[in-house]
């Protein structure tokens, strides 16, 4: 039996999809996180260097609108200046510390892609550390747990400027290497990092929760 039908005769799968949240899995090879992610494309998964798989379901659609908008505008902006390519939050990078993440939004520099083979590219996770991370808080998603994702794993394996947005508190978690996270509070401004992010500007009142 392979490992996603094992798997799928001990975990509820079906109730994740169909009701949300998310399930962890511990210890599993990296060969069998691979066989899992690909046995179930609609689901989000993450590895933890110790072989702990976060399995989340398919976000709401406030959240989807967000996370597309924010890849959208940072996607734009890479290809006006053709400097590099943009992420889904599907795509997965092999991180240094052996963990294997997908963050809502990435930019990798042009110089970083140009090193890598199309086979990286096409045929695996990809094996460079983003320049740029952006999470957008879901209904779900629990506030401390994220920043802990971005301290203990994007910044911590090099990535030079990660965003945290909260659209519920309506604040923004702005990390870079060796300075403390500075918060931005209320959606009715611009945040902008001309150091990495050259000439590109967020309006964060795109951003905030229908209704609001």
């Known amino acids: ?3 996603a039908a094992h798997l799928q005769q001990s975990f509820p799968f079906d109730e994740i999809l169909k009701h949300g949240g998310e399930l962890v899995v511990r210890g599993l090879t990296k060969a069998k996180f691979i066989n899992l992610s690909q046995h179930y494309p609609e689901l989000r998964m993450e590895r933890e260097p ?3 798989i976060t399995i989340m379901a398919p976000v709401h659609g406030g959240t989807g609108i967000r996370e597309n908008r924010l890849n959208r505008r940072v996607g734009n902006w890479a290809e006006a200046l053709n ?3 943009t992420f889904s939050p599907n795509a997965g990078f092999d991180l240094p510390n052996g963990a294997t993440k997908s963050p809502d939004t990435s930019w990798v520099n042009a110089e970083k892609m140009a090193k890598l083979t199309p086979a990286q590219i096409e045929k695996a996770f990809l094996p460079v550390v983003p320049d740029f991370v952006a999470e957008v808080r879901s209904g779900s998603d629990k506030l401390q747990k994220l920043k802990e994702k971005m301290l203990d794993t994007w910044m911590a394996n090099g990535v030079r400027l990660g965003w945290l947005i909260d659209p519920y508190d309506e604040k923004v978690y702005v990390y870079k290497n060796g300075v403390e996270a500075e918060v931005v509070s ?3 401004q611009k945040i902008a990092d001309p ?4 000439g590109f500007e967020l309006d964060l009142s795109e951003f905030k929760l229908y209704g609001k």
């Open 1 to 3: 039996m392979g490992a």
């Open 50 to 52: 110790n072989g702990d």
């Open 83 to 85: 400097n590099g390519e």
């Open 186 to 188: 209320g959606f009715d």
């Open 195 to 198: 150091d990495v992010l050259p």
